[in-house]
Nanobody, 117 residues
Framework: QVQLVESGGGLVQPGGSLRLSCAAS????????MAWYRQAPGKERELVAL?????????TDSVKGRFTISRDSTRNTQYLYLQMDSLKPEDTAVYYC?????????WGKGTLVTVSS
């Protein structure tokens, strides 16, 4: 089992920045990729950015050049970050941290990001 806890969401004005954090604990040694997803009201959950075990990153087109995903680790915890700059109202959503082990996917409870003036 892997436990994921997100933090860093909040209310920000258009053009502003936020940094999301995710702490992964438990059976982290087998984690392959980690990713950020988001779900806006009335929409399906979508992949925002992914960081593979080998350090390969992926971004959905709508956030390229504005969001940066990064990953770090200690002995017992892996961390995933999402630096979000030049935020737009359409970035408003609940952001979820995801971790993939062989044969299993894990999700955090999410953190709300609201972009509004």
């Amino acid at each position: 089992q892997v436990q994921l806890v997100e933090s860093g969401g909040g209310l920000v004005q258009p053009g502003g920045s936020l940094r999301l954090s995710c702490a992964a604990s438990g059976n982290i040694v087998n984690i392959n990729s980690m990713a950020w997803y988001r779900q806006a009201p009335g929409k399906e959950r979508e992949l925002v950015a992914l960081y593979s075990r080998r350090g390969i990153t992926y971004y959905t087109d709508s956030v390229k050049g504005r969001f940066t995903i990064s990953r770090d680790s200690t002995r017992n915890t892996q961390y995933l970050y999402l630096q979000m700059d030049s935020l737009k109202p359409e970035d408003t959503a609940v952001y979820y941290c995801n971790a993939a082990n062989p044969g299993a996917l894990y999700w955090g409870k999410g953190t709300l990001v609201t972009v509004s003036s």
